[in-house]
């Protein structure tokens, strides 16, 4: 039997500190080099994933983007993408409109990608967003509206309080066309409300990936609420103790948290390559 392992990043494979720890990176990095086919699957970007994952042996694709997109890691060629269509993306801007909210927008713009906003429109999460991503390539001031939604568009990003951002997921979450979740950040006071098309979900990259890489079975790891979809699928699913309820009460088991390198001893433990 095949086995594909998957896990999440934050809150499960990443401690507190947002970062892998040497002892986890050696198991797994070893495991990996006997033949694991191991990978992650995140609603960051590459660019964001690959920074946090630095010094991971990641020999097959990676999900980004809550399944939007599969890359090569290596090369950050796209394997596998989902988009809005025209009407999708008309709607989302009207609902965002009539709520005054001004999202993150991820989008490929002349074949490049970008993650644009109003300048002078940013809240405090926002502004933490961008500070965190000094220097990336990716980030896209703008000062006029009309820009905004330019490109290729796949990916919403809305920070704000619970209270406002509600009748914005109440909306769209109902939808066929979306895929829209909202939790609380890690760490942090505020909420994301992310909106993507319908067919961008970790279950479905996985799905994906499962099918390239012939595998037979698939075991998972996670700790938000995004991670649903990815535990529905899997034969095994191992919530860590710091996940939310929703998760723990659909996983195979609860493991420890995130701080006590909670997937690489699972993996020591439990896999025979």
Known sequence: MKTLYVTDLDGTLLNTQDKISEYSLNIINDLVDKGLLFTYATA??????????????????????????????????????????????????????????????????????????????????????????????????LIDFNDLYKGNTFYFTCIGEKEELLPIYNLLSQNEHYNCTIQQELYREEYWCEIMPKAATKANAINKLKSLWNC????????????????????????????????KAIATQIIPNNDADAVANWLLNNTII
């Open 216 to 247: 037979d079975n698939v075991i998972s790891f996670g700790d938000a609420i995004n991670d649903i979809p990815m535990f529905n699928i899997s034969d095994q699913c191992y919530a860590v103790s710091n996940a939310v309820p929703q998760l």
């Open 44 to 141: 960051r970007s590459l660019v964001s994933a690959s920074i946090v994952t630095k010094g991971l042996s990641t020999k097959i694709p990676v999900i980004a983007y809550n399944g939007a997109f599969i890359f090569n890691p290596g090369s950050g060629t796209v394997l596998s993408s989902n988009f809005f269509n025209s009407e999708e993306k008309q709607y989302v801007i009207d609902v965002l409109g009539k709520f005054e909210i001004f999202p993150l927008v991820y989008a490929f713009i002349d074949g490049i990608e970008k993650v644009s906003w109003i300048q002078n429109k940013e809240n405090e999460g926002i502004r933490r967003y961008l500070s965190l991503r000094l220097g990336d390539k990716r980030m896209n001031p």
